[in-house]
């Protein structure tokens, strides 16, 4: 991928979508001073990020740290919500004093399905890509890379008041998974094709993926 061009039409979504909300009530400015812990609503409002940066940390029961990420100018916090596991913890600590858009998850209920898609699409493959992914996939295999993606994309369904379903998006097809996971179409096709084989995975009669068996994908990724 090529980051720079990448990060161009990041900001282009992203900033589109933040003028659109502005217009919208109840998105407000905010101001965090830093640094400490930034505690936020992140089930009702997402933060756009104008200045300053916020480190995102997510620790399972055993004190493991599966990833960690962080937000800057352009970037959205809670668009995305986390799926919340029992137990699991996760903290937002800023790094100094934060600027940026208070913006009501009910903003997206009349934005454009196109530009929806578009948005949760490029914040989804920041995610991937800023959580050390490209690093760790280097040292995959092809069927263990798709595992993580997958794993990872896990992480954001069922919770969101716009699709309240256990799918994965519409709009993460065999192509989309090829391009992050840098593979052809064909061989994400058939490790697609095995894992329906084993049930660990199926199909919707819209057609999104849904995952069956997300510990067979953690245990077999090291997720």
């Given at each position: 991928?090529?980051?720079?061009?990448?990060?161009?039409?990041?900001?282009?979504?992203?900033?589109?979508?933040?003028?659109?909300?502005a217009n919208h009530a109840g998105t407000q400015e905010f101001f965090?001073?830093?640094?400490?812990?930034?505690?936020?609503?992140?089930?009702?409002?997402?933060?756009?990020?104008?200045?300053?940066?916020?480190?995102?940390?997510?620790?399972?029961?055993?004190?493991?740290?599966?990833?960690?990420?962080?937000?800057?100018?352009?970037?959205?916090?809670?668009?995305?919500?986390?799926?919340?596991?029992?137990?699991?913890?996760?903290?937002?600590?800023?790094?100094?004093?934060?600027?940026?858009?208070?913006?009501?998850?009910?903003?997206?209920?009349?934005?454009?399905?196109?530009?929806?898609?578009?948005?949760?699409?490029?914040?989804?493959?920041?995610?991937?890509?800023?959580?050390?992914?490209?690093?760790?996939?280097?040292?995959?295999?092809?069927?263990?890379?798709?595992?993580?993606?997958?794993?990872?994309?896990?992480?954001?369904?069922?919770?969101?008041?716009?699709?309240?379903?256990?799918?994965?998006?519409?709009?993460?097809?065999?192509?989309?998974?090829?391009?992050?996971?840098?593979?052809?179409?064909?061989?994400?096709?058939?490790?697609?094709?095995?894992?329906?084989?084993?049930?660990?995975?199926?199909?919707?009669?819209?057609?999104?993926?849904?995952?069956?068996?997300?510990?067979?994908?953690?245990?077999s990724c090291g997720y």
């Open positions: 991928m090529n980051f720079i061009q990448f990060h161009k039409e990041l900001f282009g979504v992203n900033s589109k979508f933040s003028e659109y909300a965090f001073e830093g640094p400490g812990l930034f505690q936020v609503d992140l089930e009702k409002y997402a933060f756009l990020v104008y200045e300053g940066v916020v480190l995102k940390y997510h620790i399972s029961p055993l004190g493991k740290m599966l990833y960690d990420n962080f937000y800057t100018r352009n970037s959205f916090i809670g668009l995305l919500p986390n799926i919340f596991y029992f137990d699991d913890y996760f903290e937002y600590t800023t790094l100094g004093n934060i600027r940026g858009l208070k913006i009501p998850l009910s903003a997206l209920e009349a934005y454009p399905d196109d530009l929806k898609n578009e948005l949760f699409l490029r914040n989804i493959q920041r995610e991937l890509f800023w959580k050390d992914s490209a690093a760790r996939m280097l040292g995959l295999n092809l069927k263990e890379k798709i595992y993580y993606i997958l794993s990872i994309i896990h992480s954001f369904r069922g919770i969101n008041p716009w699709d309240n379903t256990y799918s994965i998006p519409k709009y993460i097809t065999h192509e989309i998974l090829a391009n992050v996971a840098n593979v052809s179409r064909t061989r994400v096709s058939y490790v697609m094709s095995e894992l329906q084989k084993e049930n660990v995975i199926t199909y919707s009669k819209e057609g999104k993926i849904v995952i069956l068996d997300i510990d067979f994908l953690h245990d």
